[in-house]
């Protein structure tokens, strides 16, 4: 799929995951190029949450090996691989009351020492992080009394202050409205034409070919079709992969696919 | 700055805590029988008073002050790794467990160290206690404070059995009121104990303050930011049962210190635990210096075991943070 030589993007082969006996993730190849936006699609249930966590180092497959940049990543030490990859979580909360600039902050725990203080480079990315995930508005505010989406884009800040080279993203629109959902995707495409790698679990299709020049379609734990978007979200797939009858069209205005889904009978 | 000014507050509370007594002494005398002992001066204290200072007192409150900071501490670092406000050493068991350890040894005659008897009832309390919430699948926090929960009433239930078999006539009482936790016959040996604990399980969780933020958010949150969850969970658990159960040998079972004084210093400087914890240590040490000076002087010449009181004052206080959560959720 990345070809013989190896990429210096994300590279993943034969990942196997079981929980409690069942195999959750079967034999995955995936890879993602280096300074690109990808969507990892799938019905519930496909193992897309799973996969990420895998591919973000934070749950060991039971066989299988993940490479960024030529690096197997669970062979780094942590905070070495901290600093290349962050992971943003579904649902991610605390019963702490930190202010939004000091979960942010929290970013930066790979870059520095145990015992030392943010110095002032630390405090300029986080601002920037702040900035970039436009919750400078929040900043001050203590983040148990956000809502859903405002908490959403603040974890989003957080993965942005590690400066990741990789970002791995778990539904990262949930919660949000549609013009957050916009932005914070139009985000992540800009962070990847800026070189991040970028790849996220999405549900809305229509938010993965406005957004995704490439897709990793899994179902039942295996890569159903990868490549790009418009070659592979095709009505026979969706239909094959979902169960719906649906039509691509073209959007009039960015020319990129749209998919109408049909009701059922 | 907050720190320096509770720094003052418990060294005052030191002084004047051990000036309150039957036997009245002032905090310049308080002063002038420590500088002689340390070998500056004379005392300005007769042989007999002088005794009390340094022989009664100043070990008592000490140890107070030490057993708190202790129990403050273990309290914080609960309630981080559990991400559990309601937790404290009593919840995952750690306190039955070392009680029970220390009830062997008093009672049953086993030829072991009491502190270390503490420290081992403690771990295998807490042994058991991520036993069962693991077998139980998944380890989560409402699983852990479960199994606590359960291990907890074993422990006490075979203290209790240890006790009803063993005990007779007047240690009855003596055992009764260590149980419920007491630093009335805290004398050097107990300083030392306290202190050796908080030098070598206290300070290194106290310097952990920034790994355990980065678990407010759970543990793959903890581990996207390069932590090692389950060496650093085990080693801060372990060094939290190696404290509770030096506090336990030498106090018996102090309820509520830990559970509502990380809240109360919340309050005051926010949750970052690299501040919380020593100053959750500090404002712990202050707390029960102060409650077992009550224990000792309200009803006097009877004194109340400081468990009772830290009871009274922290049992209305766990249900307010009840009721708290509850509108939350």
Redesign the interface.
């Known amino acids: 799929m990345s070809g013989p030589d190896k990429s210096e993007g994300l590279d993943a082969s034969r990942i196997d995951v079981r929980i409690?006996g069942r195999l959750i993730v079967d034999g995955v190849d995936c890879s993602v190029a280096p300074g690109t936006f990808s969507a990892l699609i799938g019905p519930n249930g496909a193992g897309k949450s799973t996969l990420l966590?895998v591919l973000?180092a934070?749950e060991r497959p039971e066989s299988g090996s993940v490479e960024f940049a030529g690096n197997e990543l669970f062979s780094l030490p942590?905070?070495?691989?901290?600093?290349v990859?962050?992971?943003v979580?579904q649902d991610?909360?605390?019963?702490?009351?930190?202010?939004v600039r000091?979960?942010v902050a929290?970013?930066r725990?790979?870059h520095?020492g145990?015992?030392s203080d943010a110095n002032a480079s630390d405090d300029a990315i986080v601002a920037k992080a702040i900035e970039a995930a436009e919750v400078g508005l929040l900043a001050d505010r203590d983040v148990t009394t956000l809502s859903g989406g405002e908490r959403q884009r603040v974890?989003l800040a957080k993965a942005l202050a590690?400066a990741p080279q990789l970002l791995l993203l778990d539904e990262p629109s949930n919660h949000l409205d549609i013009a957050a959902q916009l932005s914070v995707l139009g985000l992540l495409g800009t962070l990847a034409r800026s070189g991040v790698t970028v790849l996220a679990a999405l549900h809305d299709l229509n938010l993965a070919t406005a957004y995704c020049d490439h897709v990793i379609v899994l179902q039942g734990g295996r890569v159903f079709a990868a490549g790009a978007t418009s070659a592979v979200l095709t009505p026979e797939l969706l239909s094959e992969v979902y169960g719906v009858r649906a039509t691509v069209l073209q959007h009039p205005q960015t020319g990129r696919p749209l998919v109408a889904f049909s009701p059922f009978e | 700055m907050t720190g320096a000014v509770l720094a003052i507050v418990l060294l005052l509370s030191i002084t004047f805590a051990i000036t309150i007594g039957p036997s009245s002494i002032t905090p310049v005398e308080v002063w002038g029988s420590v500088l002689h002992h340390l070998g500056i001066g004379e005392s300005p204290l007769s042989l007999l008073r002088d005794g009390i200072v340094w022989q009664l007192r100043l070990p008592r409150v000490l140890t107070a002050a030490a057993v708190g900071a202790g129990l403050a501490v273990s309290g914080a670092v609960m309630q981080a790794l559990t991400r559990n406000p309601l937790a404290d050493p009593y919840l995952l068991g750690l306190s039955s467990g070392a009680s029970l350890g220390a009830v062997a040894v008093l009672l049953l005659g086993i030829a072991i160290l009491l502190p270390v008897a503490a420290f081992l009832g403690a771990m295998l309390a807490l042994g058991l206690t991520l036993l069962l919430a693991s077998s139980l699948g998944r380890i989560t926090p409402s699983r852990t404070v479960l199994s606590g929960l359960a291990v907890s009433a074993l422990a006490s239930a075979i203290t209790s059995l240890v006790i009803f078999w063993t005990v007779t006539g007047d240690s009855y009482r003596e055992i009764l009121g260590w149980l419920l936790g007491s630093i009335a016959g805290a004398r050097w040996p107990a300083v030392a104990i306290a202190f050796t604990a908080i030098l070598i399980a206290g300070l290194p969780i106290m310097l952990s303050g920034r790994i355990l933020d980065a678990f407010a958010f759970g543990d793959t949150s903890a581990a996207a930011l390069g932590i090692n969850v389950n060496r650093t969970r085990w080693t801060l658990l372990a060094a939290t049962a190696l404290l509770t159960g030096a506090m336990v040998s030498v106090s018996g079972s102090i309820g509520f210190v830990g559970l509502i004084l990380p809240h109360a210093v919340r309050l005051l400087v926010g949750p970052r635990h690299r501040a919380l914890l020593p100053l959750s240590a500090i404002v712990g040490g202050i707390f029960l210096i102060w409650a077992d000076t009550a224990a000792r002087s309200v009803f006097e010449p009877r004194e109340l075991p400081v468990g009772i009181v830290t009871a009274i004052i922290g049992a209305p206080i766990f249900a307010i943070l009840l009721t708290r959560r509850r509108s939350e959720a």
């Open positions: 409690d966590r973000a934070v942590r905070r070495q691989r901290a600093r990859v962050s992971f979580e991610s909360s605390t019963e702490l009351s930190l202010t000091d979960v929290l970013g725990t790979p520095q145990l015992f974890m590690q």
